[in-house]
């Protein structure tokens, strides 16, 4: 068990660690490229200026984990175990990652590039998406009551397909809940 430490400059890039419980740690400018993270635990971490692109996260939890400024593509987060998934994003690059089907309720997206990301069948549930790109996400069937995408742009939200009750929306993107209408804007 590691507790209490601050990991700098690490890398652990195309490595694997299986059932390594981390509590309180700080990551700082470490890299986590194509590792396996396998059926570990990290709670109460921070993850600052780090690599985490293609990682295993497989089996593995997050509970009140911090991620700012780092490069987060192709992760499957949807693979994580769904007990205690928390997780806050803060300028970050989530491209092509997954949350499908995973309980994200009041999560924190800030500042951050959200393109082409699963949240099929995700619970979003007054979810934040403070100034993001939602560029080709996909939303189906997910829960989006009470989410804020006020700040947010370039998403495109099925509203026959998704519950919207309560979601907020700026008038800039309109165009992106009324396209399945095909209706045009100018």
Known sequence: MQEDQIFEN???????????????????????SD???????????????CNLSMTDLH???LSNIEFVNCK????????CNDFIFDVRFSNCILDYSSFAKRKMTKTQFINSSLKGVDF???????????DCDLHETIFYHS?????????????????????????R???????????????VIE
């Open 10 to 32: 690490t890398s652990y890039a195309s490595t694997s660690i299986h059932d390594e419980t981390f509590d309180q740690c700080i990551f700082l400018k470490c890299d986590f």
């Open 59 to 61: 089996s593995s939890t």
């Open 35 to 49: 590792a396996k993270l396998i059926s570990c635990r990290f709670t109460d971490c921070s993850f600052t200026d």
């Open 143 to 167: 829960n989006l009551q009470g989410a804020d995408f006020t700040s947010a742009r370039s998403y495109i939200i099925d509203i026959n397909e998704n519950m919207v009750k309560k979601a």
């Open 120 to 130: 099929g069948e995700a619970n979003l549930k007054q979810a934040q998406f403070t």
């Open 72 to 79: 987060i593509l192709g992760v499957k987060f949807n693979l």
């Open 169 to 183: 929306f700026s008038k800039d993107g309109l165009a992106g809940l009324l396209l399945q209408f095909g209706i």
